[in-house]
């Protein structure tokens, strides 16, 4: 009878690995189990075992883009001064993250669901409640300024959360199609610019 377990000397880390990037390249629909398991240099029954489904290997895949890939961001959001620092510097590292050498471009979680299917519903939610966590994190950092009177009475800390999320996922496209990461950079720069010239809810109190 056939082996279907693992194979011996499996590291399933490393095949987790290339899984991030296989489904970070391609998306989850048009990533088949077949690309996967060549990619990974497993049988289809190995995959199963080691990870029982796709959709399972998938969640582990952006589970592990946000532990490694995107920890430098988070780190540098909640190290910075001031919000406006943090933002800065935020925006700055997922630039980098985004057009770094050798990896695919632009941001994982941004782009690998965002065209599933009905068959695929489970799919498409659990990457927009990884994509809203974008914005929840911007806002508790905003938050933590306001109530330490960093930011003027009255800031709309949920619509400037939601604008330079949005801000952010427009960045992860542009890196994929190609944009130059220096263009990218001064693109941020532009954005961070708004933040002296917005209304006063925006700007630092005093």
Same mark, same amino acid.
């Given at each position: 009878?056939?082996?279907?377990?693992?194979?011996?000397?499996?590291?399933?880390?490393?095949?987790?690995?290339?899984?991030?990037?296989?489904?970070?390249?391609?998306?989850?629909?048009?990533?088949?189990?077949?690309?996967?398991?060549?990619?990974?240099?497993?049988?289809?029954?190995?995959?199963?075992?080691?990870?029982?489904?796709?959709?399972?290997?998938?969640?582990?895949?952006?589970?592990?883009?946000?532990?490694?890939?995107?920890? !430098?961001?988070?780190?540098?959001?909640? %190290?910075?001064? $001031?919000?406006?620092?943090? =933002? +800065? *510097? &935020?925006?700055?590292?997922?630039?980098?993250?985004?057009?770094?050498?050798?990896?695919?471009?632009?941001?994982?979680?941004?782009?690998?669901?965002?065209?599933?299917?009905?068959?695929?519903?489970?799919?498409?939610?659990?990457?927009?409640?990884?994509?809203?966590?974008?914005?929840?994190?911007?806002?508790?950092?905003?938050?933590? !300024?306001?109530?330490?009177?960093?930011? %003027?009475?009255? $800031?709309?800390?949920?619509? =400037? +959360? *939601? &604008?330079?999320?949005?801000?952010?996922?427009?960045?992860?496209?542009?890196?994929?199609?190609?944009?130059?990461?220096?263009?990218?950079?001064?693109?941020?720069?532009?954005?961070?610019?708004?933040?002296?010239?917005?209304?006063?809810?925006?700007?630092?109190?005093?």
């Amino acid at each position: 009878m056939a082996r279907t377990g693992r194979p011996r000397g499996f590291d399933r880390d490393a095949a987790l690995h290339t899984a991030m990037l296989v489904f970070w390249e391609r998306g989850y629909e048009t990533t088949s189990t077949n690309d996967l398991s060549a990619a990974m240099g497993v049988n289809p029954p190995s995959l199963y075992a080691a990870f029982t489904n796709k959709e399972q290997l998938f969640r582990e895949a952006v589970g592990l883009y946000e532990r490694t890939e995107a920890k !430098a961001s988070q780190e540098l959001l909640e %190290a910075a001064p $001031t919000a406006r620092e943090a =933002i +800065a *510097a &935020f925006l700055h590292e997922s630039v980098d993250r985004f057009t770094c050498e050798g990896k695919p471009r632009g941001c994982m979680i941004v782009l690998a669901a965002t065209n599933c299917t009905a068959d695929h519903e489970s799919v498409r939610d659990f990457a927009m409640r990884c994509r809203a966590r974008t914005k929840t994190t911007l806002k508790a950092r905003l938050d933590t !300024a306001a109530g330490a009177g960093e930011l %003027a009475r009255g $800031t709309d800390t949920d619509r =400037i +959360a *939601a &604008f330079y999320t949005a801000f952010l996922n427009g960045l992860s496209l542009q890196a994929r199609d190609g944009m130059p990461r220096a263009q990218l950079h001064d693109l941020v720069d532009m954005a961070m610019g708004l933040w002296q010239a917005a209304p006063a809810g925006l700007r630092p109190a005093g």
